[in-house]
């Protein structure tokens, strides 16, 4: 019996952001499946909805893959894969497999050689980079930095060095309540002419999107306080 195939599908970045989210194709694709592989269960059966899901969500097989269950083992997600069905991947939001856990699915899918197919839709740290002016023909994502200050402000410089070096854009998020204190040791720690972009609510109706040099940035700060946000270094 042929393997099914695992779909993964883009959730919005942002409430009330679903029209710029999905695409017919995407649309068409949730309406052939009934089975899914989620970070969040609730989330994910409101994208859907919003994304015009035809099937009745009574009907529908969900798997939850949010922190608290990936222990316990994935088996239970492939069987359906196994017999031939076709099964969507959903992350919290943006992208399956980008700076999300979802990766560990699609790795295990590739093992068993099951087909994977990605769907076209909003990635946060793409957009900050086609945004942002800077580099994006090498670029790094790096994840969270350290939350030590001596450490994280370490860290700064060893991205500015890198950017330098390599002529190279680097990239990293924050969790959104420590931007603040983030941003502060930013403009604390690097150089007065490195660049620096600040993407934050991308997609939303407060979307935020500047490049400026740190010293410009330190003549006036925004306030990024649980506002999802990406930072993108640049100095050359």
Request: contains cysteine; neutral net charge.
């Amino acid at each position: 019996m042929p393997l099914g195939t695992l779909y993964l599908i883009p959730v919005p970045l942002a409430d009330e952001a679903a029209a710029k989210s999905f695409t017919p194709y995407l649309v068409d694709t949730i309406n052939s499946i009934k089975e899914y592989i989620v970070e969040n269960e609730k989330t994910a059966r409101k994208f859907l909805k919003e994304a015009g899901l035809k099937t009745p969500q009574s009907e529908l097989l969900i798997h939850d893959y949010s922190k608290h269950n990936r222990d316990s083992g994935t088996g239970e997600f492939f069987k359906g894969l196994q017999v031939g069905k076709s099964v969507g991947l959903m992350s919290e939001a943006g992208c399956p497999g980008i700076a999300d856990p979802g990766a560990e699915i699609v790795e295990k899918a590739h093992r068993m050689g099951i087909k994977v197919v990605p769907l076209v839709g909003p990635s946060s740290i793409l957009l900050a980079l086609m945004a942002s002016g800077f580099n994006g023909q090498s670029f790094t994502f790096h994840g969270y930095l350290p939350i030590d200050k001596a450490e994280r402000s370490k860290k700064i410089k060893e991205l500015e060095n890198l950017s330098e070096k390599n002529d190279q854009t680097q990239i990293f998020i924050e969790t959104p309540f420590r931007n603040n204190p983030m941003l502060e040791e930013i403009l604390k720690t690097a150089h007065p002419k490195t660049r620096l972009c600040i993407a934050a609510d991308l997609t939303s109706a407060t979307e935020f999107v500047q490049t400026k040099t740190i010293a410009e940035w330190q003549k006036k700060v925004p306030e990024l306080h649980k506002r999802p946000a990406i930072f993108l270094l640049f100095h050359r």
